[in-house]
């Protein structure tokens, strides 16, 4: 059976819960598609993120797909990881980026090597909002999204990988006191990481 590794961040900006974690640690260990799932949490900390996913790409998993939270109301599917990271927003351990880009020696950019478009296109197939976004950002996000690539690129791993944003949960709207926040149950995002998986 073939190997994913599906990864999540921990909570951040002052919420209590995470989606990405949530449903990472749901999937951890199934098997889906023909693929076992390992998952991993990631700490939203620029001095131990990078190990962890190298530490990870290790196992040389066929596909790796990134998870995280955006305040968006629907599913988005990152195109492009850059290497690039805002140096004024601070990680969750107080840490700042010295440098605006995450690897000097790395190209400025990478395609995701899983087509967006036909995972939305499976997406929107099961009822589930979906739409393709072109790049993850300047912070947590992008930067995993880039470390793995990069990982890829550099030791010859021969893996798909891309980055995908989850919307918020419900209860996150209460944790902000938001009503104006756009929020998915974890049931859905569920069902569209196991979609994605399917479709692979």
Known sequence: ????????????????????????????????GGYTVKGTILPLDYKRMSGMLDSA?????DVVLCC???ERGSVTIERIALNAVGTTRKDNYGNVPKRDVIDPEGPAAY????????????????????????HAGV?????????????????????????????PLPQQALEKNNPNLPTLPLETSLRALRTIIKSL
């Open 139 to 167: 912070y947590g996000c992008n930067w995993a999204i880039y470390s793995v690539m990069r990982g890829i690129d550099t030791r010859g791993i021969p893996s798909r990988a891309t980055f995908i944003h989850l919307p």
């Open 57 to 61: 790409l290790d196992a040389k998993p």
């Open 111 to 134: 395609f995701t090597s899983i087509d967006p478009f036909a995972l939305v296109e499976h997406l929107t197939q099961e009822h589930i909002p979906a739409f393709v976004s072109y």
């Open 1 to 32: 059976m073939k190997y994913l590794m599906l990864t999540g961040f921990e909570p951040f900006d002052g919420y209590k819960s995470n989606p990405s974690e949530e449903a990472t640690r749901a999937l951890d260990g199934k098997s889906i």
């Open 68 to 70: 995280g939270q955006a």
